[in-house]
């Protein structure tokens, strides 16, 4: 039993560029979470989404986009990488109130 | 706005210790709370959830407690190890999402 994948596990962008997190989760949840974690800033909500087809935006959404492409996977965009986006991301997934399950997370340089 | 405050932030103890972990909320409005573990470098391993319903949970060495009223969760480890060493944090589950504490990073000393 697997629980949450994420891909890829590092990685060091450059200034302007674009990269996609993948998520895949095989518990059949149907909330699905992204998280940055941050120094001194714990964690911190970006996106989530509570079922297949809908997205919403946590507490600092600002330069993300997100994707539900199906109730096991959840995509992290990342349009136009900044230095400020320097962090280690970490899906998450539960259903309803129950536990949550988290990723081994990637870490992100951006340079 | 839900805040979610452990303290202290670090905390180091000998082996074979027992030891308490503390987090307090300032919203009682919650649904649960989850204490997990972190390694570094590594994500977040779930420990124990409580209910809002409920007063403690118990997983082994780990015993978990709740005081929704006074916005308060333990979480008592007896006979800390070595491989206890890592850093502790809980979540509070409000409507609509999860507030985390910045942790407890632990350490025990064999």
């Known amino acids: 039993n697997a629980g949450v994948t994420q891909t890829p596990k590092f990685q060091v962008l450059k200034t302007g560029q674009s990269m996609t997190l993948q998520c895949a989760q095989d518990?059949?949840?149907?909330?699905m979470y992204w998280y940055r974690q941050d120094p001194g800033m714990g964690l911190r909500l970006i996106y989530y989404?509570?079922?297949?087809?809908?997205?919403d935006k946590g507490e600092v959404p600002n330069g993300y986009n997100v994707s539900r492409l199906n109730k096991r996977e959840f995509s992290l965009r990342l349009e136009s990488a900044a230095p400020s986006q320097t962090s280690v991301y970490f899906c998450?997934?539960?259903?309803?109130?129950?536990?949550?399950?988290f990723g081994q997370g990637t870490r992100l340089t951006v340079v | 706005k839900q805040e979610v405050t452990q303290i202290p932030a670090a905390l180091s103890v000998p082996e074979g210790e027992n030891l308490v972990l503390n987090c307090s909320f300032t919203?009682?409005?919650?649904?649960?709370l989850q204490w997990f573990r972190q390694d570094p470098g590594k994500g977040l391993t779930s420990l124990l959830l409580?209910?809002?319903?409920?007063r403690e949970q118990t997983s082994g060495r780990l015993n978990a407690s709740l005081d929704k009223s006074s916005g308060r969760s333990t979480l008592y480890i007896a006979a800390s190890q070595p491989g206890d060493s890592a850093t502790y944090l809980c979540?509070?589950?409000?409507?609509?999402?999860?507030?985390f504490g910045d942790g407890t990073t632990l350490t025990v000393k064999p």
């Open positions: 998450a997934s539960r259903q309803g109130i129950t536990e949550a399950f």
């Open positions: 518990m059949n949840h149907n909330s």
């Open positions: 989404s509570a079922s297949e087809g809908t997205t």
């Open positions: 919203d009682s409005a919650i649904y649960n």
């Open positions: 409580i209910q809002s319903s409920q």
């Open positions: 979540a509070v589950r409000g409507a609509g999402k999860s507030t």
